[in-house]
Each structure stands twice: as C-alpha cells, then as structure tokens.
C-alpha cells in the first residue's frame, strides 16, 4: 500500500533553534517527492521538489534530503522564526497508469516560540 | 491573477442542504484537482480536469458529490444533501500541462465547511 508517514506529528521549539521533520514512504513507483508548508487556515505552498536522482535540495532556510535506498527524507529548518510556525507536509508522486498521483502524509505541526 | 481563489472562504450550513464551491484556477492552467482535508491529516484527492474533461474522481467522490468545469477555466463543486462528515476543508489546485511527473501543484486557500 502506497503511504507517507511523517515524525514526529507535532513539534516545539524556541526562536533561532533548529529543526528536523522526517518522512517515510512507501510509494511505488516513485516519481519525486516535495515538501510543502501550510499555513492554518490557508493551501499549501510547495518548498521543495526532489527527483530520485536528487539527495539534497535548498530553499532558504529550509534544506530537503532524499535517500531513495532508504525511502526516507528530512526537511532541516535553520534559525527558526515565528513564522516558520505551521504545517509541514510531506508528499510523494507515483506514477500509476498514464498519470501521477501525490500521496499526501499527515503533516507535522511545528510551533515556534519567542 | 497571482494565484487559485476560491469562493466562498466558509461555509456553514445545516445538515441536508446542498453547497456549491468554486474555485478559479491559475489563468493558462489545463489542470485542475479538488481535495478534502480534515483537521490533523494531509489533503485527500478528490478529483482533476483536464480542461473541461473531468478525468478521475476518488471512490471518496461518492453520488452527493459533483464537480464540473464547463469551460475549462473555473470550476464548482456541489455537495448534495450534506452530512456532518462533510465537514472539511476543501482545497483546489492547479497545474500546467507538462509532460512528466513534476508539474508542480498550486493551492488555493481552500473553503472551509461546517455541516451542523
């Protein structure tokens, strides 16, 4: 069964701490995976988008692993702000058929205080 | 346009009545995709078009539910006869036509249902 596990399901941390959100998957065949934030109340903003042939990727403050051996991936938050508080959802496309399909994970809520 | 919008931005109605979604794509976007999200999960697909051609729908679409987009440009969801189940956020996005896996995917900022 194709499935996205995400850990841990919620997290605290102070301002100007960083941080790691793990992701777990089960999804075959594998196209590519990205990681998304989410705002409450509002949509998901993509972050990242990696390849299997990716195994690092940046945007800013946040840097995404890949290990496709593994199935597993990491997004690493540096000198957290106040508005790095949110959703973080992890999310894998498969190829199936003639179209791709994103397989959301649960997310992983992530509070950060002054 | 600068993004998706969606309309209206809550909802709150009694159980049995029927609502309508809509949501206004990315201009020049041939993709389409509605999903359900309830509180503490990741978004559910729901369904997507390709222009006016609804190409899947999830077996969580059951009969209640209808989605169209006549003209290939916006498009609504309707939700017929609602339960307190219903009640989600319910998200739409949009994806240019690319060959391959890694069109990416832009959100609106969803609807939020209560079903009393």
């Known amino acids: 069964k194709n499935q996205v596990e995400q850990s841990p399901q919620s997290l605290i941390i102070l301002e100007g701490k960083n941080c790691t959100l793990q992701c777990n998957y089960t999804v075959s065949p594998f196209s590519n995976l990205r990681w998304y934030k989410q705002d409450t109340g509002r949509g998901p903003v993509s972050l990242t988008i990696m390849t299997f042939s990716e195994n690092t990727k940046s945007n800013g403050r946040y840097t995404a692993?890949?290990?496709?051996?593994?199935?597993?991936?990491?997004?690493?938050?540096?000198?957290?702000?106040?508005?790095?508080?949110?959703?973080?959802?992890?999310?894998?496309?498969?190829?199936?058929?003639?179209?791709?399909?994103?397989?959301?994970?649960?997310?992983?809520?992530?509070?950060?205080?002054? | 346009d600068t993004g998706v919008s969606q309309d209206p931005r809550h909802k709150i109605t009694k159980r049995g009545q029927n609502v309508t979604f809509r949501c206004d794509p990315i201009s020049e976007h041939n993709r389409l995709y509605w999903y359900r999200q309830t509180l503490g999960q990741g978004p559910e697909f729901l369904t997507y078009f390709q222009n006016e051609a609804q190409l899947e729908k999830s077996r969580l679409l059951s009969d209640r539910f209808s989605a169209e987009r006549p003209k290939g440009s916006f498009s609504t969801l309707e939700i017929q006869r609602t339960e307190q189940g219903d009640s989600a956020m319910y998200l739409c996005a949009s994806s240019p036509d690319l060959a391959g896996g890694l069109r990416e995917q832009f959100f609106g900022p969803g609807t939020r249902l209560t079903v009393l």
Do not use: E, N
């Open chain 1, 65 to 114: 692993t890949l290990d496709a051996d593994t199935k597993q991936s990491s997004l690493h938050i540096t000198a957290s702000q106040l508005s790095d508080s949110a959703s973080y959802i992890c999310v894998v496309s498969a190829r199936m058929d003639s179209s791709y399909k994103l397989i959301f994970g649960s997310g992983t809520r992530l509070l950060v205080r002054p």
